[in-house]
């Protein structure tokens, strides 16, 4: 059949494009490193004292909620590597809420679930963070179950911040967890690494039709998940990522969006971000701008949401009845 000979030339062009996404994200990530983020940070370096004790001066108490990014190397930079960086943290936040990203692809999200994969949250590896793969493993924490964007949780909130998230319209919506880090005015913390933000995915939601975002795509992707121990068959809306936009980070200079700054010992920074006050921020900029987002390259966006877009999305999956469902079988 003419569709099947059209899924081999997409299937193989997109083969051969991958040295092109690699030289891209080394492109990235030298960026990163010229910046002074993603480094290389001396092991066993900083104690757990004194970690505590920035934090303290930071201004975060026992009882905060927070989101935390770290580079491995950062984490081992800590006496006692990722295991006492993890450690330090529980204990630091004893009486309060931890949570870490879990993200389960390896490309975009559209591309990976084109993959057919099966999520479980007991066995289901982490893909992009090394950090929080050992702490998804550790004592007492508890993983929601989404096929791209799970998070996992330690602490007094864990159950309720996890609890439903395959229920979730989107993504990012009032019931998923990460709507709940808001209602819990929780700090975000980045540990050796670009501090990017939740808020920046989270603030998408509230642009207005014909300003440039990223938005899901209006039909789901039916993906297999395992809830209580049975494999279900559900629906979850994707990022649809086939534009060429970019943030306005200079636009969040000297407001609450912009992330604040600390060092441990003079070996170490992170920076915070107020999720609350930021997502505030960020709204005022979408009302005087209408996006956070600038389109990057006209002609490019077009060729990317018009010609690119529905010949993959042709490629890869079938459309029934209103919904996306891969073209590859378990």
């Known amino acids: 059949m003419l569709i099947n000979l059209y899924r081999k030339i997409v299937f193989k062009a997109y083969d051969m494009y991958a040295p092109i996404r690699e030289r891209k994200s080394r492109k990235i990530m030298a960026l990163k490193k010229k910046l002074g983020f993603n480094r290389i940070y001396e092991q066993n370096l900083i104690s ?192 649809d990522a086939f534009r060429a936009i970019h943030d306005r980070g200079d636009m969040i200079v000297g407001t609450d969006a912009e992330p604040q700054k600390h060092e441990i010992s003079s070996h170490l920074d992170y920076y915070i971000f107020d999720l609350a006050p930021q997502l505030e921020a960020l709204k005022e900029i979408i009302r005087n701008c209408g996006s956070y987002h600038y389109i990057t390259n006209h002609f490019l966006d077009f060729v990317l949401k018009y010609i690119v877009e529905p010949l993959v999305l042709t490629a890869y999956y079938n459309k029934k009845n209103g919904k996306y469902y891969p073209v590859k079988e378990a």
């Open 48 to 239: 757990i004292e004194e970690l505590q004790s920035s934090l303290e001066s930071s201004g975060l108490k026992s009882n905060d909620t927070v989101f935390i990014r770290a580079s491995l190397s950062a984490a081992q930079s800590i006496k006692g590597g990722v295991p006492a960086f993890l450690d330090g943290l529980k204990s630091y936040f004893s009486e309060g809420t931890i949570m870490m990203s879990s993200y389960t692809f390896d490309k975009s999200p559209i591309m990976y679930l084109a993959t057919n994969p099966l999520f479980d949250p007991k066995t289901s590896l982490d893909r992009l963070n090394l950090v929080s793969e050992f702490f998804r493993r550790s004592p007492d924490v508890k993983r929601s179950i989404h096929p791209t964007h799970s998070v996992v949780v330690w602490g007094k909130d864990a159950h309720w911040f996890v609890k439903d998230h395959h229920k979730s319209s989107f993504c990012y919506d009032i019931n998923s967890p990460f709507a709940k880090l808001y209602l819990r005015n929780a700090k975000e913390l980045s540990f050796g690494v670009f501090p990017t933000s939740l808020s920046y995915h989270f603030i998408e939601q509230f642009v207005s039709q014909g300003y440039p975002t990223y938005r899901d795509f209006d039909t789901p992707v039916m993906c297999r998940v395992v809830v209580d121990g049975n494999e279900e068959i559900l629906p979850f809306k994707v990022t």
